[in-house]
């Protein structure tokens, strides 16, 4: 569940005067993503990043679900820093005026950071949830949901944002590699991974995963089915993101032998 404010702006609001000061702070990354919508984050340490929406008369500031302590002190220097540079008013989602600050105090970022975990962990008993962290997508489902199952409010909230943090920040920095869409219908596109072993990557969820062979035909498999087979040099990080360094020869023949006993090639073809 997003938190959203809005500074009512009543001057001219201008993002150099902004990063000038904010980007003397080495840690924080800016990003421009178009369509006047600006990113911030602490690097290292955002789990999710703050966003900004700039319209006619206002600024919209959104804290997105799963976000921890530094978003939400990132958001409280955002707020006053631009207040000033636009002589303007914070007001909450009702439209009530924020007179008191930091916007974000101590106490009431633990209640959010809990109250995120445990949504989070409720959910996926049955389900599969996809955040985007600054750098990655952090992927949350049910073996996870397994393994937090005789955790604490506190150890619940400490392993969920600190998994975001491992995977977007302290996993090694490969490409997601060979990625494709298949279109279907004009509807339904299928996002496939060809796994080749030529190059090492990062393996995220994806609708089929296709894995190299000396055939024409590749081996398809789901991400349920690899991870249930994954090599031992492969590391499964969340519930889908893989770290999967390029394997010697043998240990990839095996992987084959392993996913063809799972192949899915006829049901592929007939989705």
Aim: proline share 3%; glycine share 2%; with cysteine.
């Amino acid at each position: 569940m997003s938190i959203v404010h809005n500074i009512i702006t009543k001057s001219h609001f201008n993002f150099n005067d902004l990063n000038r000061v904010l980007l003397s702070h080495s840690e924080i990354k800016f990003e421009n993503r178009g369509e006047n919508i600006f990113y911030y984050w602490i690097n290292k340490k955002s789990t999710r990043g703050v966003n900004l929406s700039i319209n006619e008369d206002s600024i919209e500031i959104k804290n997105t679900v799963l976000s921890n302590k530094h978003d939400y002190q990132l958001t409280n220097l955002l707020v006053s820093k631009i207040l000033p540079l636009t002589n303007g008013t914070l007001i909450n989602e009702n439209e009530e005026q924020i007179l008191s600050f930091p916007l974000f105090n101590d106490d009431k970022i633990a209640e959010i950071e809990i109250q995120d975990c445990k949504m989070i962990y409720y959910f996926t008993k049955d389900n599969n949830i996809t955040i985007y962290g600054p750098i990655r997508k952090v992927h949350f489902g049910k073996r996870l949901h397994e393994q937090f199952k005789k955790l604490n409010e506190e150890q619940l909230k400490n392993k969920m944002l600190d998994l975001i943090i491992e995977v977007n920040y302290r996993i090694p920095d490969y490409d997601y590699g060979d990625i494709m869409k298949m279109k279907k219908s004009k509807k339904d596109t299928m996002i496939l991974k060809l796994l080749t072993n030529r190059v090492n990557c990062i393996i995220d969820s994806y609708d089929f995963i296709l894995l190299n062979t000396s055939k024409e035909e590749p081996i398809v498999i789901t991400n349920d089915i690899l991870n249930a087979i994954l090599p031992s040099k492969w590391e499964l990080i969340d519930e889908y993101t893989i770290v999967a360094p390029i394997l010697e020869q043998r240990e990839w023949a095996e992987l084959l032998d392993n996913a063809k006993k799972h192949d899915m090639f006829n049901d592929f073809m007939s989705s």
